[in-house]
Structures are given as structure tokens and as C-alpha cells.
């Protein structure tokens, strides 16, 4: 332990209670407060938005009402939550709570938010699970084993240091954490943008000395038809947004039939994403020459048969030129 550090037990630097029980009898009286339970405290916040109410007398409430800086602590929660703390921070004044929370009130020689820290210790190291008893779907930390914990205990200054640092960090550390979540949430958006882009000629530098498009298409002559399976679409998809169904058929049975990608869209009866477009005229993302045959398609028919609608980063959708030869 650093030098000037000391152990001590958690009920010799605050006072630990048990909230009040409730009971039917508490319902109705004429001193109805609110008050805070297990599903109001989760680790490091306190949640009001449903909170409950009973009576608590006057000679009750100045035992069980809540102070700024109070720690609350679940009592009784799943093995795993068994202990997790939260400030209160006054955003229900005058509230109460009930005994499936546990109060810890600073003494005089520690700083509320240190003690928190030591609280979210012992909550991710598993310290209040060693302690705790009950079956495997609910723990209890009981009043007892909580108040005889070791608690380290160093001086006032270097407690605030402590606690400014770690705020800092676990500040750093949570930005991290949205930044990693708000990445995976745009991976399907990021494929997309890919695929249009790939579609639209922004992945490459274009060369001025390439052979223009109008120029290639002349020389390749009629537009190129893949031999592709068209699946059959259920009735009633044609709406916008609807996700076109096909019918499943057995492979020994599946019909195969020259068609363009127009043809598939004419068949879905509407404009559709390049992704889905990809799926319903049969191709296989898996097979590399199957996506090369389906952009030579693509490009054979686009400006021609079919166009793109919308912006790149909205991920292209294709439809039908309506008056296309």
C-alpha cells in the first residue's frame, strides 16, 4: 500500500444503511414521497425517469431521505450487477429509497467520488460477487458483509487527485468506446457507399487516356445478356420500401432464361438498390467472376436500358428508362 495509505473497513468512513421496506401499509398516508429502488440506480447514473412513491412518516424520512453526494448500491441484483453504484446527485430532491439499495454516506475523511471509484472497483473485479449470496439468477450483498469490506483509504489531497485523473481517463476511455460502437453501426451504410462508388467510377483515378465508354460500347457491338435464373416475385412487394420475396424453387426445377438486369427490375416493378439488384438476377457476391460478369452488365446496359437514381452516398438505386428502346 503507498505510504500514507491505510485500510480500514467501509462502515469507519461512512455510514451504511439499508433502505426502507416496502409493504402494502406504506401505500396510502398522508406523507407520500418518492423514493429510489434497484431499477432507478445503474453504475454511475441514476435513472428518474419511473419512479415510485410511499409513505414515510416524519420521524422515517430524515432517516431514509437522500443527500447530494449519497452512494447508492444495489442490494439485490443478478451475480453479475450485484453491488453497482451511482451518485445521487440530487436529481430527485427530497427523495427516499427503498431497501433493495444499500446507502453509503461519506465520513468526514473521504471524498464521496473517491468512494465511488472504490464501489466501481469492486463492482468489475468481482469483489462484491465474492461476497455476495443467493441462487444463480439473484445475489445479495447483504448490509453486513458490505459494512465490514476492506476500503483503502488515502489522504483528502491525493484523493481528489486521484479522482480527477481517473475521471479523465474513463472519460477518454468511454469516447473510445462510441466511437468503436458508431463504427460498427455504419459498416452495412459503408458497404454501400462502397458498392455506389465502385458504380459511379469514384474507387479509381480516372486516366485521360482511357478508352472512352461510348467508344467501347461501340466496339463491343449489341449490349452483353448474362444467362441468369429470374426468380419469381410474390405478389403484393411492389410497394416502395417492401423487400422483394423470391419464390424458392428447387435447383432441379429452377428455369434458366437470357435476360438483362432491366428485365429484372421490370420483373421486381421497381427501382432497386445495386445490392439487391445484385441478389434477384442471380449472382453470387462469392464468386469473383460472377460480380465481374454482373458490373460488365451493368455497365453494357447504365444510361441505356437502365439509370441510376439518387446520389452515390445514398447508396445507388437503379431504375428502368422507361422509353429505352
Known sequence: MPLGWVWARIDQVGEVRLGRQRSPEHHHGEHIRPYLRVANVFEDRI???????????????????LEQGDILLNEGQSPELVGRPAMFRDELPGACFQNTLIRFRAGPAVDPEFALLVFRHYL?????????????????????????????????????????????????????????????DRLPEMERELLAAAVAGELVPQQPDDEPAAQLLDRLGEPLEIAVTLPEVEKGSKSKGDTVKPKSTPPSKASKSTVQLSAVLRKAGRPLPLPELFALAGFDRDQPEQVESFYLALRSELDRTIRQTGTAAENAVLEVITDAP
Open 124 to 184: 468489475h473485479s468481482g469483489q462484491f460477487r465474492k461476497i455476495a449470496r443467493g441462487s444463480t439468477n439473484i445475489a445479495h450483498l447483504g448490509l453486513d458483509r458490505f459494512r465490514s469490506m476492506p476500503f483503502p483509504l488515502p489522504p483528502l489531497v491525493e484523493q481528489a487527485a486521484i479522482v480527477d485523473e481517473a475521471r479523465q481517463r474513463l472519460a477518454v476511455a468511454d469516447a473510445q468506446g462510441n466511437a468503436v460502437l458508431a463504427s460498427i
Open 47 to 65: 435513472d428518474t425517469s419511473d419512479v415510485l412513491e410511499m409513505n414515510f412518516t416524519p420521524e422515517e424520512y430524515p432517516v431514509y431521505v
